[in-house]
């Protein structure tokens, strides 16, 4: 019994051994894809590494590629041998400068695998590489060049040759040969020139990319110097200038570079390297205009035309210029103006055939100032001059004029009016600018002492500001340097004295001038609040206004929206939004007359106010 057991164990036993053995199943192949190398503009090269076929016979191997990830052998694909191990591809028929992704892959009765997947991109196609050869038999008509093309850029060079034309550079689209296709040197016969004439050669390259060029030679065919004849008359003469030209009716078989009339005194013939005129190239007419000659001078002119071969004249014309003019001058703006001068000048831009022996500007309060009043002394001579001018009055209107003198006599130029700045008792100066009749500070005053030298109380506090009855200044957030000129109680705008000697602190009358110069109907300078139109954006500055409330400015008043003091708290409110400006006006025995500008509001108001308030102040001259 124990035998029987024995023998059915080892025969089961034996079973699934063979069972086991018997049944094994077949994989797919296990497999690397080689790093790509070898990258061109159309091919590359890569391959794979199989390490295990999976049991069964590798029947194809090779590598796939394709524009999207994860290329399959259902696309793009080699076919390289069978079999374990490495093996290499070559990839062709490529795009160039385009991303590629490859994996390798090995197929058994089991099916396909794959490798990792490499990526990489073609070369981009550039133009090819070549240079021109030298010109060599050179006639009036024809030359012989060529090239050599050292590198196709990576695409086949599929035209070839030179090309020429009258300009640095020339390409295809103009005069050209064809000479084949490929790398390497090739010749060319340049034919139809024009005798005479100057060419730019160069050769040029074909592929897909576009077509390259080599460096530019210049080609010269033979030629003879130009034909030109001299206009007889002259037009425009004057003491220094006068109008000629000439007619270019051949160019010699070259390109004419230079042309104009040349001129001499005395009885020689002017040849291009005595004075001349430069008119252009070129064949035909054309007109010349002559300078910086003498007066009451006699000049021998003619023609001339310059090519590649020489220059060629007409025939010589006598001209005899005018006799001596009045100067010509022009007046400088004034600049650097303070309240008791400036600076200006001129130019005396043509003598009028004689010469200047004096110049300068002339000044006064009056229009048409002459020499006989105010002047300068400048030296002589043409050409620019600066002028130092003092002993002006501030806040004044002068009118300068530039003058210039020669032997005929003086004459001047155009009238510029300036007005004068003015300082205050501690040398501030400030801007000025004439608004209808009246003369006003263009900024807003920070004297901190009356005329005299009596300090003006300097008050921080805000309980102590509200209860001022006597002159009293402040600085915006008590700060100097971020305010726009101090900030005064009507005490002090009202005081006799606190404006500089000659100016005072407008009336309420007087504000209303102002508006009405600007626009303002005088009906309605008895409207108390706003009035007026656009006068208040006309004296608002172009700059520093809140919420683009900005103003033309076409007064010059230039009002910056400085703040303002409140006269119930003592604080401060307002600055780039509002500007206040007291008058010396009483409303009653509290409150003062004002101007008022908001950046939401292009006209102005007009307001009274507690005298204990804080505004701005702009003087007036008196």
Known sequence: MKKVFRFISAVTLLMVFALFYGCKKTDIPVLTTTAISSITTSSASSGGNITDDGGAEVTARGVCWGTATKPEITGSKTSDSKGTGSFTSSITGLTPDTKYYVRAYATNSEGTAYGNEQSFT???????????????AVTSTTAVSGGNITNDGGAAITARGVCWGPTANP??????????????????????LTPGGTYHVRAYATNSFGTAYGNDLLLNANAVVPTVTTNPTFGAITQTTATSGGNVTADGGAAVNARGVC????????VVTDSHTTDGTGTGTF???????????IYRVRAYATNSAGTGYGAVVVLTTSPILLATVTTAVPSAITASG??????VSASGGGSISARGVCYGTSPNPDIAGSHTTDGSGTGPFTSTLSGFADGTVYYVRAYATNSVGTSYGSEVQLLTKVADAENNVYNTVLIGTQVWMAENLKVTQLNGGTPISNVTADGSWMTQTGPAYCWYNNTEASSNGALYNWYAASTANLCPTGWHVPT???????EVSLGTSPADLGIYGWRGTTEGSEMKSTTGWNNNGNGSNTSGFTALPAGYRFYSDGKFYGAGSIAYFWTRSE???ARGWYRHLLDTHNDVYNGGVEKQAGKSVRCVKD
């Open 122 to 136: 073609t070369n981009d196609v550039v133009g090819a590489t070549l240079t021109t050869t030298a010109l060599s």
């Open 171 to 192: 390409v295809v689209t103009g005069s050209h040969t064809t000479d084949g296709a490929g790398t390497g040197t090739f010749t060319s016969n340049i034919t139809g």
């Open 263 to 270: 001129w001499v005194t005395g009885t020689g013939d002017p």
């Open 287 to 297: 007109s010349s205009s002559m300078t910086q000659l003498s007066a009451n001078t």
């Open 342 to 347: 400036a600076v200006s000048g001129g130019d």
């Open 508 to 514: 309420t009358t007087e504000f209303g001038a102002l």
């Open 587 to 589: 409303v009653d025995a």
